[in-house]
């Protein structure tokens, strides 16, 4: 029996792990920090500033607890924390746009999608404080003197940091708890103020840590020794925030629409009622949309944040793409085409719902062939590690035809045509339980077809001139008439799409639940290839800085000093995504154990 | 509970064929460990030896090769010597050199002075170049290793070899071939660490050393005019903030590389509590 309304959870243990967070960030900002931190110097002759450099640390300087390796305990701790950040974020985003959706068009059964998605969000809540203390922890424990040394420059931003949680909880709890008080009228219209305060309060935090890892990468604020100059504003407006900030943000919304898409798939695989089978394939497909909205602008931001790193420091840029993490982007690039054929393959499942589909389904194939292409050139290394007989073999480390695929205006090419198609298979799902009325519908096709056909053949002209008749330095200058020809198809296509089926006849009622249980697998796939690629990307953003705490200020004299291999690398991204995912099967558990209620007979009395 | 089991395993499955295709599928590349330090003996070294220890420099620790390869990001600098005459001439030269030598060096530490033209920073019209100084940041060069590529380049680019081997060696040196820091065991006692680092040669505590306040100022009271902010400085950045009357470049300005974090922290709680 279902309790539409359960009780006490999450706060507690949240409040409990916010606590003893914010203790130690007292301790450490205001505590023994207080030495470095500025103090106007009494005697005479001595400038105004005084803070210190940056420790110069030796093998000794790090401490060694129980033969933990501190490094993948930092690792896998920040990692976790980060995927549960990732998706207590996003889904108090989107709660909030299919809250509007639901007022809107007055379909309750938004409002009742929207809380159930708050629901699963409120658990994983907890477990995000717990481990943001335990990352907190760890880093006090095994690199004390770096996160004395940071927490020196961004004791204030702590402070304001350890007060937003407070305000998050609040109205996490008010936005949640209320739900179901606040409905209807000036209520409601209250209820989604507070899931607006809930957002902004929920990014400013997001701003605020990422600034403290973005220091690291690009520190501002400092001078070459490390000394910091007051200016805190300056520390946090280094040169990566906002591409991070943007990366992250658009990352973690299409992050929170497959993990909840995941939770739809599994629900719907163990219901045993038709409507509930309808419910969560409604739920799965709201889900995958979202995912697939955020996921198309991803392979940009992701662009621009690398374009940065370039712009900063030439030396870390190369590093990243043409240096030792060189190799990380075959592997992304499998875990990318798997995102983008898992979430085109749910698209083309999901048109078994309605009965007007069978007029697209011979387009598939071509579909799936394009984005197979695409997949492989993306997939193929511009330089192959050969031994000598290969080499002679083959004529040199690059492969005569496949070689010229390896380098970005082939690979910048391939994503962009991946993203027209896979607009193109949702514009197929759109159409397929329509039919148009508009007199000039043939018109119209016509040109969209056209519009299809010029932006493609502009995007391989793009990549073809500027990849192989220019010379390196203007090799990427394809990039960005690349990208804005494909949002210009996308957005032509879907603006010229909506007027032609205004006032369209529908082939049918949408069957809900009329979609293979294969199909489901897709949206699992999407959750887990999400995640591990989170893992790995957030290793190859952290691993680029090396040998350095804070680039180029604060060296890393800890044995664990060294890049590790890849396999090693995704070997420890592998056991937090396992890791992750039992936690995550926690959540769900527990937000489907809230609704449960067992009535013990004869047990009270009375 | 056989449908959870079924996504149980899936799941574990995917998992598993990313990791195995991130150790079996691509070649495990192991990068080079961070670059220590290493004593150069540079009085007992031929030019050619020199030379050698450039080029070494110049396709590791100096990370050179990063961008001066064929992929076309930086020039090739196996001309470049030839080219200088003709570079110093040029209008768009904003750099002070006047022969091969000082050029070279110039272009190592001030890269902006001559930009090759197609090669400049983006957005700069070839006035700034992207290229760090090698003598600071992450590849902090000291004046032996600069000295040694540009006996590399010079030797590379086919010009006469002008630059002199320094007499003082310094430290520097490749990858290869280093030796750790010597490692010791923390001291735990303030006065042991005076005495380790010698401070009382020059400043005098509590009525010993210092040779009479000569040299350092006398540090018997140093805890009740000065906090514990001021020492950290004065031992890590000793030209920071000068007491007055004293000179500059007399106290060792690398105590923080070889004190410990723990021990700087006991040595202040010890100077902080002279009062």
């Known amino acids: ?606 | 509970m056989r449908q959870f089991l079924t996504v149980v395993a899936f799941a574990l499955l995917t998992i598993g064929f990313f990791s195995a295709y991130s150790n079996y599928g691509i070649p495990q590349i192991e990068p080079a460990p961070p670059p220590k330090e290493e004593k150069l003996d540079l009085s007992a070294m031929t030019m050619d030896q020199f030379i050698l220890l450039g080029e070494r420099i110049y396709n590791g620790k100096g990370t050179c090769t990063l961008c001066h390869n064929e992929l076309g990001r930086a020039p090739l600098l196996d001309t470049t010597a030839a080219a200088v005459p003709e570079r110093l001439k040029d209008p768009r030269y904003k750099g002070e050199a006047e022969d091969v030598e000082s050029y070279l060096i110039e272009s190592l530490v001030q890269p902006s002075a001559f930009v090759v033209a197609g090669f400049g920073k983006k957005g700069t019209n070839d006035a700034e170049s992207p290229m760090p100084n090698v003598a600071a940041g992450g590849i902090s060069l000291n004046e032996a290793e600069v000295a040694a590529v540009v006996a590399y380049l010079q030797d590379k680019g086919g010009a006469e070899v002008t630059v002199e081997i320094p007499e003082d060696a310094g430290q520097g040196g490749g990858d290869d071939e280093e030796e750790e820091p010597e490692a010791r065991d923390a001291i735990d006692d303030p006065k042991d660490l005076l005495a380790k680092f010698t401070c009382d040669a020059c400043h005098m505590i509590n009525g010993e050393g210092g040779e009479g306040g000569e040299v350092g100022p006398n540090l018997s009271r140093i805890g009740a005019g000065r906090d514990r902010a001021y020492l950290r400085r004065a031992l890590l950045d000793p030209n920071a903030d000068l007491a007055k009357g004293y000179e500059a470049d007399l106290m060792p300005a690398d105590i923080g590389e070889q004190i410990y974090v723990a021990e700087l922290e006991l040595l202040l709680d010890y100077l902080a509590g002279l009062k």
């Open chain 1, 1 to 606: 029996m279902k309790d539409p309304h359960p009780t006490q959870r999450g706060p507690a243990s949240a409040m409990i792990a916010f606590v003893v967070a914010l203790a130690a960030v007292f301790l450490l900002a205001f505590g023994p920090v207080d030495a470095l931190a500025a103090e106007p110097a009494a005697a005479d002759g001595v400038a105004a500033g005084s803070y210190a450099p940056a420790p110069k640390l030796t093998a000794a300087d790090y401490p060694t607890i129980a033969g933990i390796n501190s490094r993948v305990a930092v690792w896998i701790f920040a990692q976790l924390h980060l995927w549960f950040a990732a998706f207590v974020l996003a889904v108090p985003i989107f709660v909030f746009i299919i809250e509007v959706i639901g007022m809107r068009t007055r379909d309750k059964r938004y409002d009742d999608m929207a809380y159930e998605f708050i629901k699963v969000a409120i658990t994983a809540y907890s477990l995000t404080a717990i481990l943001g203390g335990g990352l907190l922890f760890s880093l006090i424990l095994f690199y004390p003197h770096l996160f004395t040394y940071l927490s020196t420059i961004f004791s204030a931003s702590m402070f304001y940091y350890a007060l937003l949680f407070f305000a998050e909880s609040a109205v996490l709890y008010v936005y949640y708890y209320g739900w179901h008080w606040l409905q209807g009228g000036f209520k409601k219209w209250v209820h989604l103020s507070l899931g607006l305060i809930l957002n902004a309060v929920g990014t400013t935090l997001m701003l605020l840590a990422n600034a403290w890892l973005t220091f690291m990468m690009s520190p501002a604020g400092v001078d070459a020794a490390g000394v910091f100059s007051g200016d805190a504003w300056a520390a946090i407006h280094n040169f990566l925030w906002n591409p991070i900030n943007i990366h992250r943000f658009v990352a973690n919304i299409a992050y929170g629409g497959s993990i909840v898409g995941a939770y739809a798939a599994f629900k719907f695989l163990t219901a045993t009622g038709n409507q509930e089978k309808a419910h969560y394939d409604w739920m799965g497909y709201n889900a995958n949309f979202i995912a697939i909205c955020a996921l198309l602008p991803l392979p940009f931001a992701g662009y621009y944040l690398a374009a940065e790193i370039y712009a900063y420091s030439q030396q870390m840029g190369i590093t990243l793409m043409g240096g030792i993490f060189a190799w990380l982007f075959i592997i992304q690039a499998v875990l990318i085409g798997t995102l983008f054929l898992s979430a085109n393959y749910y698209l083309w499942c999901g048109m078994g719902r309605s009965d007007g589909a069978k007029r697209y389904t011979k387009y598939i194939k071509y579909i799936a062939i394009v984005l197979i292409g695409a997949f492989l050139v993306w997939f193929t290394p511009h330089t192959l590690v050969l031994t000598n007989e290969e080499l002679k073999a083959l004529g040199g480390p690059h492969h005569k035809i496949l070689g010229p695929l390896g380098i970005m205006p082939a690979k910048n090419t391939a994503v962009n045509v991946m993203i027209i198609f896979t607009a193109l298979s949702f514009m197929f799902y759109r159409r397929a339980n329509k039919v148009a009325t508009v007199s000039w519908v043939n018109a119209g096709n016509a040109i969209q077809v056209a519009l299809f056909t010029t932006g493609i053949a502009n995007i391989m002209f793009l990549g073809i001139y500027h990849g192989y008749f220019t010379n390196t330095v203007y090799k990427v200058a394809a990039s960005i008439p690349q990208v804005l020809t494909t949002v210009a198809v996308i957005v032509g296509s879907i603006t010229l799409d909506s007027f032609i089926y205004r006032g369209a006849k529908e082939v049918g009622p949408l069957h809900w639940g009329r979609i293979p249980g294969r199909a489901q697998y897709a949206l699992f796939l999407l959750a887990v290839s999400f995640t591990w690629l989170m893992g790995l990307m957030g290793y190859i953003r952290s691993g680029i800085r090396q040998h350095w705490h804070v680039l180029d200020i604060m060296r890393d004299a800890s044995p664990d000093a060294f890049t590790p291999t890849l396999g090693y690398a995704a070997n420890v991204v592998s056991v937090a995504a396992i890791l992750f995912m039992a936690m995550v099967i926690f959540v769900f558990w527990i937000a489907q154990v809230s609704g449960s209620k067992t009535l013990p007979a004869g047990y009270w009395k009375g």
